[in-house]
């Protein structure tokens, strides 16, 4: 039986999460913590795997993408397949170009890449705040690669003055490459980048620094997440796309007692197609599949008796903008999970993937909506075609219904989140689908 996750313990949980994962390489980091907490193994992909029936285990590729799963409690339990959750662990952002200092009128600016489809009026005069990954050679020689987090306000794109863009609130179009260089100060001469990182790398107790390399590094608004409305009806943040379906996820199977073969799946790179090592078109998963597997299942056998419930939130119904939606799928926050589905395959529900994710739902008493693209209108995608493609296993994408997607500030029901969760800890311990 699913349990129902009491609401504020869950959601403070949630918040926190947030706020400590605000690139990929630090949500993973949460994860395997947690993992960790709860008595998951570690494996390492460059190694021999020993797995144990019950035993729970996870593997990390990239430092960005993630696979936790618990192992069937017998031999047998490989014919009724893998109950699957996967979501993605990036988000639309600013990331810092490799050379990427600039000095203009006396103002030290980093050049920065777009990723992804960023909405980006709203990442205007927003206190900024730097993170990611940076990798190190050591006095020794050996290479080595440290998470960052400056953790604070270093930078912000100010808005040009009204008085001076008279149709800023009419006619405004964004150049990426001029108008989005961050303001890190006041300088009279250019700034070495790298030199910086060392500086904050040794101030947080990083000993025996040779010299910064490379790294991949992000901006991301220090708002700290929240609860809001009059009644705390909503979480706002940064990331919920798709951070919340990770955390979700992973609440799901921590709670899970042992039985079918459970596996979450978090994939880096949805935002830019999925197509790298450790994208969800990328290898992972099938690699995964043939070192699980033993030898004597019939591989075939196993995906066809499997679900993948790809989780990654849904447009809900903005007040303001109702007629961007079909009149009869406006998901509401606070009304339920979405099932989504789109008949050109952009997602892969088919009738009787959503017959069973209703069924799961129904179980543990929570609503479902549904939502369907205006015909008019085109529609986003997910891993979850790309998985179904790739493997063949029945797949339904679903999601938590949110506001103002691939902004630097997002905003879902308080109430969907654990809702969610609840259904997914329902499927985890299924032992017929």
């Given at each position: 039986?699913?349990?129902?996750?009491?609401?504020?313990?869950?959601?403070?949980?949630?918040?926190?999460?947030?706020?400590?994962?605000?690139?990929?390489?630090?949500?993973?980091?949460?994860?395997?913590?947690?993992?960790?907490?709860?008595?998951?193994?570690?494996?390492?992909?460059?190694?021999?795997?020993?797995?144990?029936?019950?035993?729970?285990?996870?593997?990390?590729?990239?430092?960005?993408?993630?696979?936790?799963?618990?192992?069937?409690?017998?031999?047998?339990?490989?014919?009724?397949?893998?109950?699957?959750?996967?979501?993605?662990?990036?988000?639309?952002?600013?990331?810092?170009?490799?050379?990427?200092?600039?000095?203009?009128?006396?103002?030290?600016?980093?050049?920065?890449?777009?990723?992804?489809?960023?909405?980006?009026?709203?990442?205007?005069?927003?206190?900024?705040?730097?993170?990611?990954?940076?990798?190190?050679?050591?006095?020794?020689?050996?290479?080595?690669?440290?998470?960052?987090?400056?953790?604070?306000?270093?930078?912000?794109?100010?808005?040009?003055?009204?008085?001076?863009?008279?149709?800023?609130?009419?006619?405004?179009?964004?150049?990426?490459?001029?108008?989005?260089?961050?303001?890190?100060?006041?300088?009279?001469?250019?700034?070495?980048?790298?030199?910086?990182?060392?500086?904050?790398?040794?101030?947080?107790?990083?000993?025996?620094?040779?010299?910064?390399?490379?790294?991949?590094?992000?901006?991301?608004?220090?708002?700290?997440?929240?609860?809001?409305?009059?009644?705390?009806?909503?979480?706002?943040?940064?990331?919920?796309?798709?951070?919340?379906?990770?955390?979700?996820?992973?609440?799901?199977?921590?709670?899970?007692?042992?039985?079918?073969?459970?596996?979450?799946?978090?994939?880096?790179?949805?935002?830019?197609?999925?197509?790298?090592?450790?994208?969800?078109?990328?290898?992972?998963?099938?690699?995964?599949?043939?070192?699980?597997?033993?030898?004597?299942?019939?591989?075939?056998?196993?995906?066809?008796?499997?679900?993948?419930?790809?989780?990654?939130?849904?447009?809900?119904?903005?007040?303001?903008?109702?007629?961007?939606?079909?009149?009869?799928?406006?998901?509401?926050?606070?009304?339920?999970?979405?099932?989504?589905?789109?008949?050109?395959?952009?997602?892969?529900?088919?009738?009787?993937?959503?017959?069973?994710f209703r069924h799961l739902a129904e179980q543990v008493g929570v609503p479902v909506q549904s939502f369907v693209v205006r015909?008019?209108?085109?529609?986003?995608?997910?891993?979850g075609p790309i998985v179904a493609t790739e493997t063949g296993i029945p797949t339904v994408d679903v999601g938590v219904p949110?506001?103002?997607?691939?902004?630097?500030?997002?905003?879902?029901?308080?109430?969907?989140?654990?809702?969610?969760?609840?259904?997914?800890?329902?499927?985890?311990?299924?032992?017929?689908?």
């Amino acid at each position: 039986m699913s349990n129902n996750f009491n609401k504020a313990v869950f959601n403070q949980a949630l918040l926190g999460f947030l706020d400590a994962s605000p690139t990929p390489f630090h949500a993973v980091q949460q994860m395997t913590d947690l993992l960790d907490l709860s008595g998951f193994q570690a494996l390492d992909e460059r190694t021999v795997w020993q797995l144990a029936p019950g035993a729970g285990y996870y593997t990390v590729r990239n430092g960005s993408s993630i696979i936790a799963w618990r192992q069937p409690t017998d031999y047998k339990g490989f014919s009724k397949g893998f109950r699957f959750t996967g979501a993605h662990t990036d988000s639309p952002c600013l990331k810092v170009k490799p050379q990427p200092e600039m000095l203009r009128q006396g103002y030290f600016q980093l050049g920065v890449e777009v990723y992804g489809g960023v909405l980006l009026n709203p990442w205007f005069d927003r206190d900024l705040s730097l993170a990611g990954r940076v990798t190190v050679r050591d006095t020794q020689g050996q290479l080595v690669s440290h998470l960052i987090n400056f953790d604070k306000p270093v930078a912000i794109i100010p808005s040009l003055a009204i008085h001076l863009d008279r149709e800023a609130n009419s006619a405004r179009s964004i150049n990426a490459q001029t108008f989005l260089p961050p303001i890190l100060g006041q300088l009279t001469s250019k700034a070495d980048f790298r030199a910086l990182l060392k500086q904050h790398l040794t101030d947080q107790g990083v000993d025996n620094l040779d010299a910064v390399l490379d790294y991949e590094l992000a901006f991301y608004d220090c708002n700290k997440a929240a609860l809001v409305g009059l009644d705390q009806e909503f979480i706002c943040s940064a990331r919920l796309d798709n951070l919340l379906s990770c955390f979700i996820g992973l609440q799901a199977l921590l709670a899970s007692a042992a039985g079918p073969g459970q596996v979450l799946i978090c994939n880096d790179h949805e935002e830019v197609g999925s197509a790298s090592a450790c994208g969800a078109q990328g290898p992972l998963l099938s690699q995964w599949l043939e070192r699980v597997l033993p030898a004597e299942v019939n591989r075939y056998e196993v995906l066809a008796n499997s679900l993948f419930i790809s989780a990654d939130n849904a447009h809900g119904v903005h007040p303001n903008f109702a007629d961007r939606h079909d009149d009869n799928h406006g998901p509401q926050l606070n009304k339920g999970p979405v099932i989504k589905i789109n008949a050109n395959q952009r997602y892969a529900s088919n009738s009787e993937t959503s017959a069973l994710f209703r069924h799961l739902a129904e179980q543990v008493g929570v609503p479902v909506q549904s939502f369907v693209v205006r015909s008019d209108q085109g529609c986003g995608s997910t891993i979850g075609p790309i998985v179904a493609t790739e493997t063949g296993i029945p797949t339904v994408d679903v999601g938590v219904p949110q506001f103002a997607m691939h902004s630097i500030r997002e905003t879902a029901g308080s109430d969907d989140a654990r809702n969610l969760a609840r259904i997914l800890q329902g499927f985890y311990q299924t032992e017929t689908l």
